[in-house]
């Protein structure tokens, strides 16, 4: 039922930032228990967890990502934001919005959206 949809630029230059848009239907980002997280799959790493937004706004992210990622909500608009700083080429990836739920089980996922990071 719930739908997930990344937008924003496939193309960024080395030391801009990423910026990203999830849009999410069919449900409430505020639901008790549901976590919209960001994940990013390349394929030297494979699957990476960025961090995400919790339904009561609490933000966490990975402790190697910290220093250079904000994810933020708006709730009027049902949407969740990844913004990763001083990116690298290292960052290219195909970067995903989830949902994920109390059992730690990621339930739902956008298509993804392919982020190349380079001059």
């Known amino acids: 039922q719930v739908q997930l949809q990344e937008s924003g630029p496939g193309l960024v230059k080395p030391s801009q930032t990423l910026s990203l848009t999830c849009t999410v239907s069919?449900?409430?980002?505020?639901?008790?228990?549901?976590?919209w997280a960001w994940i990013r799959q390349s394929p030297g790493k494979g699957l990476e967890w960025i961090g995400y937004?919790?339904?009561?706004?609490?933000?966490y992210y990975d402790p190697s990502l910290k220093s250079r990622t904000s994810i933020s909500r708006d709730t009027s608009k049902n949407q969740f934001s990844l913004q990763l700083s001083s990116v690298t080429p290292e960052d290219t990836a195909k970067y995903y919005c989830?949902?994920?739920?109390?059992?730690?089980?990621?339930?739902?996922w956008g298509q993804g959206t392919q982020v190349t990071v380079s001059s």
């Open positions: 989830a949902r994920a739920v109390s059992d730690y089980s990621y339930v739902d």
């Open positions: 069919g449900g409430s980002i505020t639901v008790n228990y549901d976590y």
């Open positions: 937004v919790a339904y009561t706004g609490n933000t």
